[in-house]
C-alpha cells in the first residue's frame, strides 16, 4: 500500500525559512515525477512545484525563485526548501504521486494527474 507522509511545516516569521519532507512507502518513485501542492483556508488546492524522475523541477510563478524541490531516491524521499516566505504562501501542504502507469513521464501541474496524496502539513506565515 502507497503511503506518502509529509512532515515540517510549522509556525515561521515572514522572510524565513522551512524544509518540508515527503516520505513514500510501498512502492518505489525514482522513476516517477512527484509533485507539491497546497491550499489556503477557503480556496482551491494549488499548484506548487513538480520534480521529475531525473530531478528537474517546474515551479509555480508565486514561488519561483523562492522555493526548491530536491529528491532523494535513496530514501524515497522529496523535499522542499522554501525560503522568503510571505503570509501568502500559508497552506496546508501536500506532496503527491502518481500511479505505477506514469513511470518516466514527466509530472504535470493538474492534481488529477497524481492518485495518491499524503496527509498534509501545515505552514504558517505570520506578517
Known amino acids: 500500500q502507497v503511503q506518502l507522509v509529509e512532515s515540517g511545516g510549522g509556525l515561521v516569521q515572514a522572510g524565513g525559512s522551512l524544509r518540508l519532507s515527503c516520505v513514500a512507502s510501498?512502492?518505489?518513485?525514482?522513476?516517477?515525477?512527484m509533485g507539491w501542492f497546497r491550499q489556503a483556508p477557503g480556496k482551491e488546492r494549488e499548484f506548487v512545484v513538480a520534480?521529475?524522475?531525473?530531478?528537474?523541477?517546474t515551479y509555480a510563478d508565486s514561488v519561483k525563485g523562492r522555493f526548491t524541490i530536491s529528491r532523494d531516491n535513496a530514501k524515497n524521499t522529496m523535499y522542499l526548501q522554501m525560503r522568503r516566505l510571505k503570509p501568502e504562501d500559508t497552506a496546508v501542504y501536500y506532496c503527491?504521486?502518481?500511479?505505477?502507469?506514469?513511470?518516466?513521464?514527466?509530472?504535470?501541474?493538474?492534481?488529477?494527474?497524481?492518485?495518491?496524496w499524503g496527509q498534509g502539513t501545515q505552514v504558517t506565515v505570520s506578517s
Open positions: 503527491a504521486a502518481p500511479d505505477e502507469q506514469r513511470r518516466l513521464q514527466d509530472p504535470v501541474a493538474v492534481a488529477g494527474w497524481y492518485d495518491y
Open positions: 510501498g512502492r518505489t518513485f525514482s522513476n516517477y515525477g
Open positions: 520534480i521529475n524522475w531525473s530531478g528537474v523541477g
